[in-house]
């Protein structure tokens, strides 16, 4: 199949989910779509185990769709992009300790909580995976998904002092996770622990030079913004930061996805209050919703029917419910850890802890780091538990987080 086959088959059962889910299941439109997705998906499996194979045709093609590259290097720049540009940087600035805290010291210390965890839990089921699968299964699963946390809070009633802690950590974390997720696949390939200037190399070039990148990129089309008055050249501009500045960080090793999460931020502040008319920023906004909502339902479309195509044992879903409490658990300790460690200079709400973990979805950008994975049979086994995890959180944490937040701020 060529990309227009597989974008119309998948806008199609896009919309229709969409349009089924505003019309009868009345979710939250991310939850919603992929429940649907993966209904849809499970109904195929059914009548195929029943002699009637109706899902041929969509496993050709999800096996044309390359799932991380699609996600890594296509939609995400996009995605984290509209979700900075909504972002006020003075509240952002105001959560900064916090939120550098969770989305470096956190996620590390949930990546080793989760690889040390798995590895234990998976020698005693009689599953060996090395130490070093493990941590990367860690580093795979511990950030928060921006797409996922960012989809589901904006149709909920949070407070906007919690609503920015959430989203600046899910937003700047996945700097954090790719880079210990790249280290850990090269001790992986190489069999043996990088050198340490390597690894800070690494770090420095793709972190820091990312937010350098997105900074020269905001302050660029900053420029071209205040130079002209109208919405079409001016929405254009925003397009090509995220289609060609994405691009061009990939092209220069740097954080792709902290250069977009900069530039989002720089274009929404400085950008929408310095650069744009009125009549500018509406139309702006609601070009990049259109896209947001377009992209979102897409990528959960896809995450509910890869279910198709993925190799399950039947102890690999027992062993993914017994990963789930495990994940939560290393949430919880390395959220606590850093809130602990900012007690001494701010106060926190009783629930903070609670809350936070809670909100830590993880989505699409787990599933396509461990596709991402070299073939073979570990893999297969952390594709599925990967997905068993994401499955849970956006489905069963992603539905029960209003009630929760009901319950904890009435």
């Known amino acids: 199949m060529d990309v227009f086959e597989i974008l119309s088959v998948l806008t199609t059962l896009a919309a229709l989910f969409a349009w089924l889910n505003h019309r ?38 999800l096996r044309a769709v390359d799932f991380d590259e699609a996600l890594l290097h296509g939609m995400l720049g996009a995605l984290l992009f509209v979700g900075a540009l909504h972002l006020n940087l003075n509240e952002l600035a105001s959560q900064k300790g916090l939120i550098a805290l969770l989305a470096s010291g ?44 960012l989809g589901i809070l904006k149709h909920l009633r949070v407070p906007r002092s919690l609503e920015i802690k959430i989203a600046g950590e899910s937003l700047f974390n996945d700097g954090v996770s790719v880079v210990v997720f790249l280290v850990l696949l090269e001790v992986a390939r190489r069999g043996g622990a990088p050198a340490i200037g390597d690894v800070l190399e690494l770090l420095v070039v793709e972190v820091a030079g990312g937010v350098a990148f997105g900074l020269g990129l905001g302050w660029l089309a900053y420029r071209m913004l205040r130079s002209v008055d109208q919405y079409q050249v001016e929405t254009l501009i925003t397009l090509a930061i ?20 900069v530039a989002g931020l720089l274009i929404g502040n400085h950008g929408r209050r310095l ?12 070009f990049w919703e259109l896209v947001d909502e377009f992209l979102n339902a897409i990528l959960f479309v896809l995450i509910g029917l890869e279910v198709l195509i993925l190799d399950f044992e039947l102890r690999w879903i027992a062993v993914g419910l017994l990963v789930i409490p495990l994940v939560l658990a290393a949430r919880g300790s390395s959220v606590g850890a850093m809130v602990w460690l900012l007690r001494r200079w701010r106060t926190f709400s009783p629930h903070a802890v609670k809350t936070l973990t809670w909100a830590g979805l993880r989505g699409g950008i787990s599933v396509a780091l461990a596709l991402s994975l070299p073939e073979g049979p570990e893999r297969d086994l952390l594709v599925a538990i990967t997905y068993i995890v994401v499955c849970f959180s956006i489905l069963v944490q992603g539905l029960s987080i209003g009630p929760l937040l009901a319950r904890l701020y009435p």
């Open 275 to 286: 650069a744009m008319s009125e009549r500018t920023r509406e139309r702006l906004d609601a």
């Open 24 to 61: 009868y299941v009345r979710l939250p439109p991310s939850i919603g779509v992929m429940l649907l997705a993966l209904l849809f998906s499970l109904g195929l499996v059914a009548l195929g185990a029943l002699g009637i194979h109706l899902g041929a045709g969509v496993e050709v093609l």
């Open 106 to 149: 956190g996620t590390l210390l949930s990546t080793a909580l989760v690889g040390f965890g798995a590895w234990a839990l998976f020698g005693a089921l009689g599953l060996p995976l090395s130490l070093v699968t493990c941590l990367l299964f860690g580093a795979l699963i511990s950030p928060t998904d921006p797409i996922a946390v």
């Open 242 to 261: 995220v289609t060609g500045g994405y691009s061009a960080a990939h092209a220069l090793h740097v954080s792709g996805p902290l250069a977009m999460v």
